[in-house]
């Protein structure tokens, strides 16, 4: 494995300590020592390179400093609606055994890349969701605050035939939790500098969407800005089924986050829809990715961001339209305003098309505040800061007006309107 070092604190006693703290069967601690094992074979997941730079380095992330795997603690609030189950994964494996065991790594192999590996052996905490079918349910929410050096998360959305549920999630540092970083070593940039203070947070989610069932899951992040943050979220879609994505990042000092549907189902549709603001030296590694598989799948990748200060963002979305998947119908833009000349953006959108049935499109862009539209607002007496508030305010609009559910909306316009203050 290229340049990563396995924690000198991991072992296999102490993954087993993990289990029998939490009286798991046995299936689920040979998951856990099966991705140990393979942490020494597998690389971090791929990141974006132009010639001479690799634009996210996770190579520099000390995991020997950043993880403390039996000192984990959290703070979650979890809220039901009728009909639906929302459970801690301790509780799911009790009530629902079968059902878990089934589900759990049926999205996202644990051994796909180091970082999901590490996850899978060392997660503590988690919400499994489960859906039975024909139940219509909203108001499901999971607001969790990280209170420790490193925490683990395992989610599993279960929505069988027919069913329908809403998501919001969110996670935060708890109080206490921002610490000054220490200054980087000579040659390294402040983002990629790994002090004694640095906190690291995984979060692996897993859709299995039913035949017509409906998803939409919100996942909104604001650690503090000493966290170094990842995040694999991934749907099954079936037939005529349907599994939207609203992610919002505006914490972490660095975020690698993946939103990933396969539409495996015939008519089967997925929305990505995102939005980041960076400031300070932060840094997001996003992505969206679709695959078609089935006949007559849509898809729609929407992602906007933000960038301040020092602040630099990658973006990769991917359409992957198969052999197979006649009529398909996929469409991409991803746009990035930097409010600075010292930020940095880079996209890299990309269509891979396996037959001619199809109908798709994909565009990103990176530009700066209008200098007339400024101008034409400060000449109508609003200030200079007041005028490009309210321009960066109406940039995200598009991205607000995908977001159907209320309260997400809010929380996440909220959290602008702060940043810009």
Do not use: C
Not at 149 to 155: A, E, G, N, P, V
Not at 246 to 256: A, K, P, V
């Amino acid at each position: 494995m290229s340049g990563t070092q396995l924690p000198a604190n991991l072992s296999t006693e102490m993954v087993r300590e993990i289990s029998e703290r939490r009286d798991e069967p046995e299936w689920l601690l040979e998951a856990r020592l099966e991705a140990l094992e393979a942490l020494d074979d597998l690389d971090l997941p791929d990141v974006i390179k132009t010639p001479g730079r690799r634009w996210t380095n996770l190579e520099a992330l000390d995991f020997g400093s950043l993880v403390d795997p039996l000192n984990q603690a959290d703070e979650t609030e979890r809220t039901s609606d009728e009909g639906v189950e929302v459970l801690t994964f301790a509780e799911a494996v009790e009530a629902h055994p079968d059902l878990v065991e089934s589900s759990f790594g049926s999205t996202i192999d644990p051994t796909e890349n180091y970082l999901t590996a590490l996850s899978a052996a060392l997660f503590t905490t988690g919400t499994v969701v489960y859906v039975p079918e024909g139940v219509d349910a909203e108001d499901v929410t999971v607001r969790a605050e990280m209170n420790s050096r490193s925490l683990f998360s395992h989610t599993l959305v279960i929505a069988e035939e027919s069913s329908s549920v809403t998501i919001l999630e969110s996670i935060e540092s708890g109080e206490g939790e921002t610490r000054s970083a220490s200054e980087p070593s000579s040659g390294q940039s402040p983002r990629d500098a790994v002090d004694a203070e640095s906190r690291y947070f995984s979060n692996l989610v897993e859709i299995d969407a039913g035949e017509n069932a409906y998803v939409q899951y919100g996942s909104l992040q604001n650690l503090a800005e000493d966290t170094y943050h990842y995040a694999l979220k991934r749907a099954d879609i079936g037939t005529y089924g349907t599994v939207n994505w609203i992610e919002g990042n505006l914490g972490s000092r660095l975020t690698r986050s993946d939103v990933e549907s396969d539409l495996n189902g015939d008519s089967a549709e997925t929305k990505i829809v995102g939005a980041f603001f960076g400031h300070d030296d932060q840094h997001f590694d996003v992505n969206a990715r679709v695959w078609h598989h089935g006949e007559n799948t849509t898809a729609d990748l929407v992602t906007r961001g933000v960038l301040d200060d020092e602040a630099r963002s990658v973006y990769e979305g991917v359409q992957d339209v198969g052999d197979d998947a006649w009529n398909t119908s996929s469409y991409q833009r991803e746009n990035t305003l930097m409010l600075s000349d010292d930020s940095e953006a880079d996209a890299s959108p990309k269509l891979i098309i396996h037959n001619h049935d199809t109908e798709a499109s994909h565009s990103a862009t990176v530009g700066q505040v209008d200098q007339e539209d400024l101008f034409y607002m400060i000449s109508r007496s609003i200030g200079p800061t007041r005028a490009r508030n309210m321009l960066v305010e109406g940039f995200f609009v598009p991205v607000l007006e995908e977001i159907a559910v209320d309260e997400f909306r809010e929380d996440l316009r909220e959290l602008i309107a702060a940043r810009l203050e």
